[in-house]
T-cell receptor, first 112, second 113 residues
């Protein structure tokens, strides 16, 4: 595997389900990010982890819970989501001191 | 706060036409500017970047010049191809904001034969 991978690529869940999104980066980076991409809206930065510590949480509802067990892995735990949470969730990674972020292909989430 | 404004799409062009996608920004410091591209079913890929005023970023025939006086970073290509069909995102990273990127809403480009 190379670059940034995300699993699953597609997820359909009910509002009472609990699921997790997984991201793995194979680039030796030390910062990881979760973004939400909704139609006709700018990418929304959700969480930033730098050196495995959460350094940013942009007022994301508590039904989204991130976890970064090491510098290569990032999870987004989901529970009791709402239909408006349906979106493409993108993971990215970078070196903290470098501008460029590398993105994964995303998980297309549909909440019924 | 920081913001990025892009022209609304979709932009539909014939192959070999000239492309311009406008991007303007608002930032408090001296930002770095980026264009990312998203092909169908994929994540975002960095297309080009510029880190200071008057820099020109270029890649795959695309160019953009960092214009501080007009706070703009317009994307151009002299002759588009069908394979350039994608969504293009303008973004900035302001000074003092670690690795946070602020994105525009994206502009969909459709190139036809």
């Amino acid at each position: 595997e190379t670059g940034v991978t995300q699993t699953p690529r597609h997820l359909v869940m009910g509002m009472t389900n609990k699921k997790s999104l997984k991201c793995e980066q194979h680039l030796g980076h030390n910062a990881m990010y979760w973004y939400k991409q909704s139609a006709k809206k700018p990418l929304e930065l959700m969480f930033v982890y730098s050196l495995e510590e959460r350094v940013e949480n942009n007022s994301v509802p508590s039904r989204f819970s991130p976890e970064c067990p090491n510098s290569s892995h990032l999870f987004l735990h989901l529970h009791t989501l709402q239909p408006e949470d349906s979106a493409l969730y993108l993971c990215a990674s970078s070196q903290v001191t470098v501008n460029e972020q590398f993105f994964g292909p995303g998980t297309r989430l549909t909440v019924l | 706060g920081d913001s990025v404004t892009q022209m609304e799409g979709p932009v539909t062009l014939s192959e070999e036409a000239f492309l311009t996608i406008n991007c303007t920004y608002t930032a408090t410091g001296y930002p770095s500017l980026f264009w990312y591209v998203q092909y169908p079913g994929e994540g975002l890929q960095l297309l080009l970047k510029a880190t200071k005023a008057d820099d020109k970023g270029s890649n795959k025939g695309f160019e953009a010049t960092y214009r501080k006086e007009t706070t703009s970073f317009h994307l151009e290509k002299g002759s588009v191809q069908v394979s350039d069909s994608a969504v293009y995102f303008c973004a900035l990273r302001d000074t003092g904001t670690a690795s946070k990127l602020t994105f525009g809403t994206g502009t969909r480009l459709q190139v036809t034969l």
